[in-house]
């Protein structure tokens, strides 16, 4: 038995060409069927033109459908305010790229950013002025980086990075800049502006450890930086 598919692909004009030519042969004019397969060459005719109708708009339908479920996915992997990449997107992210690692031997590092005494900022200028200031905040983390790392909003006011192809020693001055950029910010959330500081765990990936492992190293670097006076980075040992 055949499928829709196959009956539709067996729908074409190459047949109609060929019943048309019957009926205009002048041989068959004095066929007493010629008048009924005229109509129902007709009929198949119509019938191979709104199968192909339907096909194209199947397909049209069936790209929409694809683009569509692209456009939902994308939209899952971003945080609403910043336009970051979020957690979601980044984990699955650092997941690729520690496989990767452990199959090329290349390095990477993640850096986990915190605002720090972010509390007093909503507390002082507003909730608003809060959500302003992790825009902003999420502008300048952009500026710091390469084109190959992500930035990605981790929770609140904390923010993470990957940096790939990248080793501890070599993640250092991108921490540096991040921690100067913050200093440098009037933020405009209010006037006169807002200026914060940030602490920064840093951890290269082990491939000797999970990617849970990882994180959990990059945040007891994040809590030693908070501890030791702030507005500075820790690397994890």
């Not at 005229?38 to 069936?62: D, F, I, P």
């Not at 992997?77 to 997941?95: F, H, P, Q, S």
């Not at 840093?202 to 809590?223: G, K």
Request: net charge neutral.
């Amino acid at each position: 038995m055949k499928t829709k598919s196959e009956t539709s692909n067996c729908l074409d004009f190459n047949d109609v060409e060929r019943f048309e030519k019957i009926v205009a042969d002048t041989r068959h004019a004095d066929n007493v069927l010629l008048e009924e397969f005229t109509h129902l060459s007709g009929c198949y005719k119509k019938m191979v033109q709104r199968v192909n109708k339907l096909n194209a708009e199947n397909n049209q339908l069936r790209n929409e459908l694809v683009n569509m479920v692209r456009s939902l996915d994308l939209a899952s992997r971003i945080d609403n305010m910043t336009g970051l990449a979020n957690r979601r997107d980044i984990v699955e992210k650092i997941g690729r790229e520690a496989t990767r690692s452990q199959r090329h031997e290349h390095p990477f590092t993640i850096l986990l950013v915190n605002v720090d005494d972010f509390k007093k900022i909503n507390d002082n200028h507003g909730y608003n002025a809060g959500d302003d200031v992790l825009v902003e905040l999420a502008r300048v983390l952009r500026s710091c980086v390469r084109n190959e790392d992500i930035c990605a909003r981790w929770s609140g006011d904390e923010f993470m990075i990957l940096l790939p192809e990248t080793d501890a020693e070599s993640s250092l001055p991108v921490a540096n800049k991040i921690l100067e950029s913050m200093c440098m910010t009037e933020f405009k959330a209010n006037k006169p502006g807002i200026h914060i500081t940030v602490s920064i765990g840093v951890c290269e990936h082990n491939p000797a450890q999970t990617v849970q492992e990882c994180i959990s190293r990059v945040y007891q670097a994040l809590l030693q930086a908070k501890k030791t006076g702030k507005n500075r980075y820790i690397l994890a040992t």
